[in-house]
Structures are given as C-alpha cells and as structure tokens.
C-alpha cells in the first residue's frame, strides 16, 4: 500500500486573490471555505479524493523567510507551451529567476504572491 498527495497546502497573504490565481491556472473551482479563512479549490468534477490533489490556501501574516523548498509544476492541457506562457503572464503569473540558465524548456513564474512554479512544455492531456 502506497500513499498518495491529495492536498497541498500553500500560506497566503491574501487567500481569496491566490485561490482565484490558482483556479484559473488549474481549472479548479471553489470547494469549501473555512471559519479561518482558508479556501480549498480542486477540480470540479473530483473535488477532494480525486485523481488530482486538490489545494488549500491558507492565510497567514507570516512573510516567506526563504525560498520554498516545494513548488509546483505545471502542464498544458489545451494548448502550447508558448500560449500558455502568455494565458499565465495575463492571469498575473511573473517571470521568476531562480538561476536558471535560459536553455531549460520550462519557464519559472511566481504567482501574485511570489511563490516559484515551473510551466514544463509537455502538453498533456486534461482529466
């Protein structure tokens, strides 16, 4: 018996504006709120327990002290590489510098609130 990820939690400033990011990053929609103020997004038809790990965003005050030690890599579903680069720079997604070289075949983003992500060029096909 293997586990497997059904959630990924992420500290946000501003939870709402990161859980509106992410849902149209990901095609999520809004699954539950909490007294906290915590917002969990998944996908729409799966929801918690699913095939993909759903997200929780979390509000905190605490500043990022250093760089993640996770981050989140993501795919096309729809369309290439070099359109989704755009659809996410629209969003609101920034170019992030983390050292790389200029010749990987991913890009490093930072959403809205500066966490790091890779957009990785394999298209993949949607759930």
Known sequence: MACRISELILDAADAERLATFWSEVLGYVELDREEDGSIAIGP???GFGGPQPILILSPSDDPRPTKLRLHIDVNPTDREQDAELERL???????????????????????????????????????
């Open 89 to 127: 720079l629209a969003l609101g997604a920034t170019p992030a510098d983390v050292g790389q070289t200029g010749e990987e075949s991913w890009h490093v983003l930072a959403d809205p609130e500066g966490n790091e992500f890779c957009l990785l060029r394999t298209r993949l096909q949607p759930l």
């Open 44 to 46: 729409p038809d799966a």
